[in-house]
């Protein structure tokens, strides 16, 4: 299961970053009112009244939703779950991408959609019970490959659970030539 952005990002890291802890940051936006307040609008409010950067105001956000409106790790705002995982691949990155859409395709299907020139290519699936899946490659490492593999929509925290096996089960496939 996922955790708690707090434990993936520390108060030293927050204060940092911001010029706040997690927990400073969740005083401030209770005072301000933001238990009211949805996702875009605390976000916005983190951008525009604290200057805060958009990507900072985005994981001061989650941590505030998690710590103190019950969202779930792993939930996003409109309380779907997503999950992913990441592997080295062996080999080119068209081709790494390749094996891991073979996999993909095996299990659920043909892409909707694709960009193999973008700077990180990637596949695209909509799949019929509403989710979304996709991969894509990032700048090569000392041994291959990195691809991920991103689960979206999820209905429930269990159903993310399952997911990132199954992505578990795709990427290692992959690397070993089975896809």
Avoid at 68 to 77: N, T
């Amino acid at each position: 299961m996922a955790r708690p952005l707090e434990q993936n990002m520390g108060p030293e890291a927050m204060q940092r970053a911001t010029g706040r802890t997690h927990e400073e940051w969740r005083v401030a936006l209770t005072e301000a009112g933001a238990m009211a307040w949805d996702h875009p609008t605390i976000a916005r409010h983190l951008v525009e009244q604290h200057g805060v950067d958009g990507w900072w105001a985005q994981a001061i956000t989650v941590d505030f939703e998690q710590a103190c409106k019950g969202r779930l790790p792993g939930q996003r705002a409109d309380g779907t779950y997503s999950t992913q995982k990441t592997m080295t691949i062996p080999g080119e990155p068209l081709d790494a991408l390749a094996a891991v859409a073979s996999g993909v395709t095996a299990r659920h299907g043909e892409a909707h959609g694709q960009n193999l020139t973008a700077a990180m290519p990637n596949v695209r699936w909509r799949l019929p019970d509403g989710t979304r899946l996709s991969a894509s490659v990032q700048g090569r490492n000392t041994t291959g490959i990195p691809v991920n593999l991103t689960w979206e929509r999820l209905p429930t925290a269990e159903a993310a659970l399952l997911a990132k096996a199954e992505l578990e089960d795709i990427l290692t496939e992959a690397r070993h030539g089975h896809g």
